[in-house]
Every structure is written in structure tokens, then in C-alpha cells.
């Protein structure tokens, strides 16, 4: 079965550092989701993207959070300046339609370590 | 932010037994439910869904039930066997209020014991 796929599986920062969390969706699926779990809480979605544009963020999506689907296969989350509360397994997903009638694919996570 | 609420954080079932998860929502809006499985260490793994137009779907041992009165739902897997031990979430989306959103419960960690 297609899946999607998440790299790095874990990445470890220093406050106040970028990263950049990289997605690779399912192929044709046409909706892209950020989502993330801190230890002990609940999934909480971040962002989803369709057409290339963001078409609904969360609360937590600041400034500080960025989408991009570079060149058509990828899909990346970057955070520029960490936060230690921005320590949490990050989940990608997609969905071949919108999520009120497709289920959505979520990748293995990446866990983020902000010290 | 609790509009999706499980409140049981655990369930603890003999194999062959029946296992009902519970889920409570409080956005009338509401009309695509899913249940997700998660394991440790990967991400939740699609289980089974409904809409809001019906109140029961089933697929194999598992079956979602839909009472939108109560804005309740239960995930009923019947017989559980010992690979069914993983979190369980419950989601939920709303037709056009949103497009891109699914709200979660906290996950109900379930284990199935020989």
C-alpha cells in the first residue's frame, strides 16, 4: 500500500534554530496536512494545503511555521526559531480529497527535540 | 479545545472478548467521523469512518456506531485479539465550515491480554 513518508525520523535542536521537517505524500493525493503531538496530549492540527496555498491553519501556525511543496513531490514544514514547547512528533498526512469525505495517510512522524 | 472527547484514557480486555471504545463530540456541525489506531513509534493508521447520514458501518471485526442525539460514537471490535493493543483515537471533520481540519480526542489506549 502507498504510504507517506517522513524524514528525518528524529531531529534535535538548539532553541532559536531552524529546521526543516520533510514530507513526501502519497502521489496522487491532492491535500497535504501538518499535524503534531506533544508527549501525553492530543493530535493537533497544524495546517492543511491544497493547490498550493494554505488553505486553513491553526492557532499554534505562527509566524514562526512555514509550508512549501518545493518541486511537486515533497512537502516540507520549517520552523524558523525554535521554541522548547515546539518539542512534539510532528505528523504529515494527505488525502486524495477533503477530509470531511477522505480518510487521511499519515506518515511514521518525526520527533523534535528543542533543548 | 475539546470539541472530540474520549474520556476512558485506558481499556483493558481479555482476547476474544469485546473491546467498546467511546467518543463524545460537541460541534454540531460534525458530519465525518474516523477512528484512527496508532502504535508507538508510527503514525495513526486509518481504521474505519462514518458519515453522518448513516448511524452503524462495519467493516470485519470492527464497527462504528453513530448516535447523533447523544453526538456520540463507539468503536466495537469484536473478537479483540492481542494485536488490537494500541492508542485509539477518535476524529471528527465538519462539511464546509472547515477545509482542511480534523479535530481528535486524547486516544484511549487499549490492551488486549491472552
Known amino acids: 500500500e502507498p504510504e507517506v513518508t517522513q524524514t528525518p525520523s528524529h531531529q534535535v535542536t538548539q532553541m532559536g534554530q531552524e529546521v526543516i521537517l520533510r514530507c513526501v505524500p502519497i502521489?496522487?493525493?491532492?491535500?497535504f496536512y501538518w499535524y503534531r503531538q506533544i508527549l501525553g496530549q492530543k493530535v493537533e492540527f497544524l495546517v492543511s494545503?491544497?493547490?498550493?496555498?494554505?488553505?486553513?491553519k491553526s492557532e499554534i501556525f505562527d509566524d514562526q511555521f512555514s509550508v512549501e511543496r518545493p518541486d511537486g513531490s515533497n512537502f516540507t514544514l520549517k520552523i524558523r526559531s525554535t521554541k522548547l514547547e515546539d518539542s512534539a512528533m510532528y505528523f504529515c498526512?494527505?488525502?486524495?480529497?477533503?477530509?470531511?469525505?477522505?480518510?487521511?495517510?499519515f506518515g511514521s512522524g518525526t520527533q523534535l527535540s528543542v533543548l | 479545545d475539546q470539541q472530540v472527547k474520549q474520556n476512558s484514557p485506558s481499556l483493558s480486555v481479555q482476547e476474544g472478548r469485546i473491546s467498546i471504545l467511546n467518543c463524545d463530540y460537541t460541534?454540531?456541525?460534525?458530519?465525518?467521523f474516523l477512528w484512527y489506531k496508532k502504535y508507538p513509534a508510527e503514525g495513526p493508521t486509518f481504521l474505519i469512518s462514518?458519515?453522518?447520514?448513516?448511524d452503524k458501518n462495519e467493516d470485519g471485526r470492527f464497527t462504528v456506531f453513530l448516535n447523533k442525539s447523544a453526538k456520540h460514537l463507539s468503536l466495537h471490535i469484536v473478537p479483540s485479539q492481542p494485536g488490537d493493543s494500541a492508542v485509539y483515537f477518535c476524529?471528527?471533520?465538519?462539511?464546509?465550515?472547515?477545509?482542511?481540519?480534523?479535530?481528535f480526542g486524547r486516544g484511549t489506549q487499549l490492551t488486549v491480554w491472552p
Open positions: 498526512a494527505s488525502s486524495q480529497g477533503p477530509p470531511w469525505q477522505e480518510k487521511l495517510f
Open positions: 502521489s496522487n493525493h491532492l491535500y
Open positions: 494545503f491544497y493547490n498550493n496555498e494554505i488553505s486553513e
Open positions: 460541534n454540531s456541525m460534525f458530519d465525518y
Open positions: 462514518i458519515s453522518s447520514i448513516k
Open positions: 476524529a471528527a471533520s465538519a462539511r464546509g465550515s472547515t477545509l482542511g481540519r480534523l479535530y
